[in-house]
């Protein structure tokens, strides 16, 4: 097997984990990438088994993945309700901090957790770092007017924000957004970070997900291994 056969093979034993939590009449968030993949399919085959739920979908590509697994889903506009959500991490640090947004979601995916009543992260132990940032760039969600300028300011504060490309083309999210990932090394204090970054104006939001995780589900070589936050 490949490391990264490997690794999907341990995000969807923490997967099958993480969907014991979702219940009969759950309105559950549902999150993006490929660890959510396996998630949804998983939730899909609980659904055909007569599993009563609805969904809040945190990207397009979830959304589509989700009808196709046979779970219905809440609308945009809706006020939601979310017992829990379930998503994917880039980072974990050892108070279950997070970054997100490698794929691109992260506006979506914080509105969502902070609707939750549960958050539970889902990852492969690849993921668990001592400390945020170092080798991992944290995405930043811009409003595209201005961007260069919002970059100068987010990089006042240290590192280096790098526009995220596609395919040779500045990338926008579907929320209408740029992405300026930052690369800074460590975070020290994420907490602040996450504050100050918000504060700056064109800044819609950021990667870092501090105090939000209630459950994370890490897959290994030795098995699943599942770990409460120790919340105030
Ligand atoms: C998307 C995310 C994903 O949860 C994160 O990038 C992890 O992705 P994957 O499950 O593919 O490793 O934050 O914006």
């Given at each position: 097997m490949?490391?990264?056969q490997d690794?999907?093979?341990l995000?969807?034993?923490?997967?099958?984990?993480?969907?014991?939590y979702?219940?009969d009449?759950?309105?559950v968030g549902?999150?993006?990438?490929?660890?959510?993949?396996h998630?949804?399919e998983l939730?899909?085959k609980r659904?055909?088994?007569?599993l009563?739920i609805?969904?809040?979908?945190?990207?397009?590509?979830?959304a589509?993945l989700a009808r196709?697994?046979g779970?219905p889903?809440?609308?945009y506009?809706?006020?939601?309700?979310?017992?829990?959500?379930?998503d994917?991490?880039?980072?974990?640090d050892?108070q279950?901090?997070l970054?997100?947004?490698?794929?691109?979601?992260?506006?979506?995916?914080?509105i969502?957790?902070a609707?939750?009543?549960?958050l539970?992260?889902?990852?492969d132990?690849?993921?668990?770092v001592p400390?945020?940032?170092?080798?991992?760039?944290l995405?930043v969600e811009?409003i595209?007017f201005g961007w260069p300028n919002?970059?100068?300011?987010?990089?006042?504060?240290?590192g280096?924000?790098?526009?995220r490309e596609?395919?040779g083309?500045?990338?926008?999210?579907e929320?209408?957004?740029?992405?300026?990932?930052?690369?800074m090394?460590?975070?020290?204090?994420?907490?602040?970070?996450e504050?100050q970054?918000?504060?700056i104006?064109?800044v819609?939001e950021?990667?870092?997900f501090?105090?939000q995780?209630?459950?994370?589900?890490v897959g290994t070589?030795?098995?699943?291994e599942?770990?409460?936050a120790?919340?105030?």
């Amino acid at each position: 097997m490949s490391p990264s056969q490997d690794r999907d093979a341990l995000k969807r034993m923490a997967a099958l984990k993480a969907v014991e939590y979702v219940r009969d009449g759950m309105v559950v968030g549902l999150g993006t990438g490929s660890t959510a993949r396996h998630v949804l399919e998983l939730l899909g085959k609980r659904v055909s088994a007569g599993l009563a739920i609805r969904g809040v979908p945190t990207s397009e590509e979830t959304a589509d993945l989700a009808r196709r697994a046979g779970i219905p889903l809440l609308s945009y506009e809706e006020t939601w309700s979310i017992d829990v959500a379930i998503d994917g991490a880039d980072q974990v640090d050892p108070q279950l901090n997070l970054i997100k947004g490698g794929g691109g979601a992260l506006v979506r995916e914080k509105i969502v957790a902070a609707a939750a009543r549960q958050l539970i992260i889902v990852v492969d132990h690849a993921k668990l770092v001592p400390v945020l940032g170092n080798s991992y760039p944290l995405p930043v969600e811009v409003i595209p007017f201005g961007w260069p300028n919002t970059a100068r300011r987010i990089e006042a504060l240290g590192g280096k924000a790098v526009i995220r490309e596609r395919r040779g083309r500045i990338f926008t999210t579907e929320s209408g957004l740029y992405i300026l990932d930052l690369h800074m090394g460590q975070i020290d204090d994420p907490a602040a970070l996450e504050i100050q970054l918000n504060r700056i104006p064109g800044v819609v939001e950021n990667g870092l997900f501090v105090g939000q995780t209630d459950l994370l589900i890490v897959g290994t070589q030795r098995g699943v291994e599942v770990q409460q936050a120790a919340k105030q």
